[in-house]
């Protein structure tokens, strides 16, 4: 069974910085590219970053360029999402996310076949 198991989220200041982790187990984890998306209340599901199996990374949402780096560790089966310097416009639930195409990376949520619980980011200024 698949699962993927996000966390290290949390409550911080504006200008604060957390790492979020991705716990993966039941695959075979270098078969798979692993995206970030987060949603922020009434908004839809945002892809903020991807990270191939090879470890080629993208960031997708323009403000978190420069502050957020994508991360994994395929002997650890863990991927990881740095955030530096966040706002609160950051304040979204946090989630982690699986593409069986392992060297492609998207930021279109429908193209990911699983998905982690989420973990909720919070950022007060």
């Known amino acids: 069974e698949v699962q993927l198991v996000e966390s290290g989220g949390g409550s911080v200041q504006a200008g604060g910085s957390l790492r979020l982790s991705c716990a993966a187990s039941g695959f075979v984890f270098t078969d798979y590219s692993i995206g970030w998306f987060r949603q922020a209340p009434g908004k839809g599901r945002e892809g903020v970053s991807c990270i191939s199996s090879a470890g080629g990374s993208s960031i997708f949402t323009d403000s978190a360029k420069g502050r957020f780096t994508a991360s994994r560790d395929n002997a650890k089966h863990m991927a990881y999402l740095e955030m530096n310097n966040l706002t609160p416009e950051d304040t979204a639930v946090y989630y982690c996310?699986?593409?069986?195409?392992?060297?492609?990376?998207?930021?279109?949520?429908?193209?990911?076949?699983?998905w982690g619980q989420g973990t909720q980011v919070t950022v007060s200024s």
């Open positions: 996310a699986l593409d069986r195409r392992p060297y492609y990376c998207s930021n279109y949520d429908a193209e990911y076949d699983y």
